[in-house]
């Protein structure tokens, strides 16, 4: 019964001391999002479960070995033991009564983070090898995600190649975003800050570079960004190298190319490209070394079909092969436009 009495005392001391220091070091990013509230509180009951548990099967080991290690001299066989079935059912229906309550309460969770709300912002996510673009009601588009703070939104997300996932950690929810088909997150911010979004699905070469900022801030900076963006917008669609710097920037061609010079290490900067020596490492039917004019046909082509030509010092295979079909020629010759300016 002393056995039972200490070694009980320790377990409660060891779970205790487990959960504090598992606490203790913030296993989790700040709750930035109301739905994070209900999954941390879920994750804590779980950490809690886990620290007993732990306890349960560490002390008891340990204990045993300690204080019924065998005794110099001692050849005698341990007690032979048949079974107990006090304890059998003991072992079985607490733990099932355990997990149906995490059951529950893990349903109820699912079901608040999912909870439809009618005032919710909605703002159309693509996600691209690899970048993210973000469409807001106001109809432009942009590679920022900005939050108001306690506005609700729904995010409809969908891919134009392979499958992407959505996710900022501090706002805990994370969804698969995939072609052909529309998913959707549901999220309030509710801690004005920075954030970043990651795509959570390995996606190809350039996958650690698919993030973009997610900004959460109060009403008077969301309006001043929004308008800002608007405005830009209008006026930019007037021009056709207007409508090239857009379209860039919704098909994440930047998250490669530099348009100032500096070097991204994976694709080579637009500045001076236009009517400049191109040295070629290699492409369809062009032997290494050769040396072209960056024309417009050049341009072009490089969009279109960017195995063409590949550029000496780059890679093949890395550059998405899906703006010969994602983009109309128009799109392409505006595009062509606006790089043309980067001198
Ligand atoms: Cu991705």
Request: proline share 4%.
């Given at each position: 019964m002393r056995h039972y009495?200490?070694?009980?005392?320790?377990?409660?001391?060891?779970?205790?001391?487990?959960?504090?220091?598992?606490?203790?070091?913030?296993?989790?990013?700040?709750?930035?999002?109301?739905?994070?509230?209900?999954?941390?509180?879920?994750?804590?009951?779980e950490i809690a479960i886990i620290s007993f548990l732990f306890a349960l099967i560490m002390v008891p080991l340990i204990y045993s070995l300690i204080v019924f290690r065998r005794r110099k001299g001692d050849t005698s066989d341990g007690e032979h033991i048949e079974g107990n079935n006090t304890l059998e059912i003991t072992w079985t229906v607490i733990p099932l009564i355990v997990v149906l309550i995490l059951a529950y309460i893990g349903t109820y969770t699912l079901g608040d983070v999912l909870a439809v709300d009618p005032n919710a912002l909605e703002i159309n996510v693509t996600a691209r090898q690899w970048a993210w673009s973000f469409t807001y009601p106001e109809g432009f588009t942009a590679k920022e995600l900005h939050?108001?703070?306690?506005?609700?939104?729904?995010?409809?997300?969908?891919?134009?190649?392979?499958?992407?996932?959505?996710?900022?950690?501090?706002?805990?929810?994370?969804?698969?975003?995939?072609p052909g088909r529309i998913t959707t997150e549901r999220i309030t911010p509710i801690l004005i800050g920075n954030y970043t979004v990651t795509c959570a699905q390995l996606c190809g070469t350039g996958h650690t570079y698919m993030t973009a900022p997610v900004i959460v801030s109060t009403q008077a900076d969301y309006d001043t960004w929004i308008q800002a963006q608007v405005a830009a917008a209008t006026v930019a669609a007037q021009t056709p190298i207007g409508r090239g710097q857009q379209l860039v920037a919704q098909n994440g061609c930047a998250s490669c190319h530099s348009i100032d010079g500096s070097s991204t290490g994976i694709a080579p900067?637009?500045?001076?490209?236009?009517?400049?020596?191109?040295?070629?490492?290699?492409?369809?039917n062009v032997a290494p070394g050769t040396v072209v004019i960056a024309n417009e046909a050049y341009l072009i082509e490089s969009i279109v079909n960017p195995s063409a030509k590949i550029v000496n010092g780059f890679q093949d295979n890395v550059m998405p092969k899906s703006f010969g079909t994602t983009l109309t020629q128009s799109q392409i010759s505006d595009i062509v436009a606006y790089i043309e300016t980067l001198k």
């Open positions: 009495v200490i070694a009980g005392v320790l377990v409660i001391v060891l779970a205790v001391a487990t959960y504090a220091g598992l606490m203790a070091i913030h296993l989790m990013p700040v709750e930035a999002s109301a739905q994070s509230i209900p999954i941390d509180h879920l994750w804590n009951i939050l108001l703070v306690n506005q609700p939104v729904v995010l409809d997300m969908q891919s134009v190649d392979v499958i992407h996932s959505f996710w900022v950690p501090q706002f805990r929810i994370k969804q698969d975003v995939l900067t637009w500045k001076g490209l236009y009517q400049s020596q191109v040295k070629l490492s290699g492409g369809t």
